[in-house]
């Protein structure tokens, strides 16, 4: 497991003690990228994995923003499957063993939902110890500590794996904040693009069209299910749409150009599947007619 971070000692606390609880019959390890803490992340470290009796490894991070923190720790794992998760979202005690057994022509992803209360939960079990934090974690996970959300990408996944909508993206799945990847085809692959920076997004969307392209098919877990720490970035649109530029430089397919109808403010699953399934109509019709075929 590989967990990029960056002053973000609270949140990963949690999302840590939650961990060490975990069920698993198959060996892991838990490695940390600290990719420039200076909020004291490793110190608090230091106190976890003196107080664990599981693997947990501390590596240093290029700086180059998540997707350079991800290859760091891909690089620094033993195992054979590489699960990524971010350093804010709780997980069950089914979470590692469902991923670990996923085949290696799949990425397996735990669907998320947003807890629009963390940051005063956090606040009041600031100085909880690991085991109390893990119980009321649990609480969360359950939806007993207070109101739990879908954000709008976590909901078009949902409805391309029921089959309530058409596959129009199926890279989608990849979020880097709870999915896994075999290492033979991470590395196949080459891993993340580091050219997306420290900006914010689609660094793990674009990896995942790699995937699709590469024949590798999505899963979703439900029993890999996880709870995000929702937190503040006022500038996370601004960001994104620079990484969506690149995103689009990099696959120039009408779901990408089209993904400000999902993921934007005011964005919504139906708008984007409708404009995504318009685009291939019009793509099918171009491709029919006379004037493609030179007649």
Known sequence: ?????RNKSASLRITLAMLAGQSCSLPYEVVVVDDGCTDGTRRMLERM???????????DGPRLGRAGARNAGARATRG???LFLDDDVLTGRG???AHQRQGERTFAHGPLREFVGARRWMERYADADPQ???VRGTSV???AAGRLLTNTLESLINAMDDGSVPPVAPWAAFVGANTSVSRAVFDELQGFDEAFGQGWGCEDLEFGARLVDAGVRPVVLPEAAGVHLTHARPDRWEQHDVNLRHFLARHDLPAVRLLPLLLSEGGGVQEYVGACVEAARRLGDAAHSPATKGH
Do not use: F, K, N, Y
């Open 1 to 5: 497991m590989v967990i990029p971070t």
């Open 49 to 59: 994995r003196s107080r664990s009796d599981w693997s947990l490894r501390v590596v």
């Open 80 to 82: 054979q499957r590489l």
């Open 95 to 97: 979470h590692l063993e």
């Open 132 to 134: 109390e934090t893990a």
């Open 141 to 143: 996970l359950a939806g």
